[in-house]
């Protein structure tokens, strides 16, 4: 089994629904990501969790949330999805020590109607 | 302001070595990262440097000079499999990562 689950892996839907996309991880890091990849702007970080009581906005945050609801689970939700949220989500998780590298997950393709 | 910078796109011949290089300014550091991404995939990581050198795994090695804001991937004895992007990432002062745009490298038969 994967490490680090993301669901569901594909998702196509109209503009103005509500989606959200799960992942959970079997790793045992405090530290939880959320990415989106686009074709020539590389990952660029939605929000980041330190653990279940820490949220940070990251570098795109507007018009996306997110819910720590245990060490091992980090979902990320859009309230009302636009077009241009069309991407490739990735989460990541990182143990708590300084200098560790990211794992991710295998990511969930997102369309936008 | 924080940038990483990458070539876009690079090719090369099974067999070969080529060098991937990573230019970076970031308002903090605690260490450079190389992941590994095939097309549709997700990353993985290669390799990481927090001090200046060169770090050896296999046909992988990294190089960092922090003074410069410099590193480079360096891949051996190229195989068809290599063919991907390679993300630079920096590990900012806030425990953050930037990602750079990742270059895309095919390699030829």
């Known amino acids: 089994d994967a490490d680090v689950t993301q669901t569901p892996r594909n998702r196509i839907t109209k503009t103005g629904k509500r989606i959200m996309l799960e992942c959970s991880q079997t790793k045992g890091h405090d530290r939880m990501y959320w990415y989106r990849q686009d074709p020539g702007l590389g990952l660029r970080l939605i929000y980041y969790s330190f653990d279940v009581k820490d949220i940070n906005k990251g570098e795109i945050s507007d018009g996306y949330s997110v819910s720590r609801q245990a060490q091992a689970k980090f979902s990320l939700s859009l309230e009302s999805a636009i077009p241009n949220q069309t991407a490739l989500y990735f989460c990541a998780t990182s143990d708590g020590d300084t200098n560790q590298p990211q794992h991710f997950g295998d990511g969930t393709r997102l369309s936008i109607l | 302001g924080q940038n990483i910078d990458q070539p876009t796109e690079m090719t090369a011949t099974e067999g070969a070595i080529v060098q991937i290089n990573c230019t970076y300014q970031t308002s903090g550091f605690n260490g450079l990262f190389w992941y590994q991404q095939h097309a549709g995939e997700a990353p993985t990581f290669l390799s990481y440097n927090v001090l200046d050198g060169l770090e050896e795994k296999g046909r992988f090695s990294s190089f960092l000079s922090r003074s410069k804001g410099y590193s480079y991937l360096l891949l051996k004895e190229l195989q068809m499999k290599d063919s991907a992007s390679y993300l630079c990432?920096?590990?900012?002062?806030?425990?953050?990562?930037?990602f750079g745009t990742g270059t895309r490298l095919k390699v030829l038969a």
């Open positions: 990432a920096v590990e900012g002062g806030t425990y953050k990562y930037i």
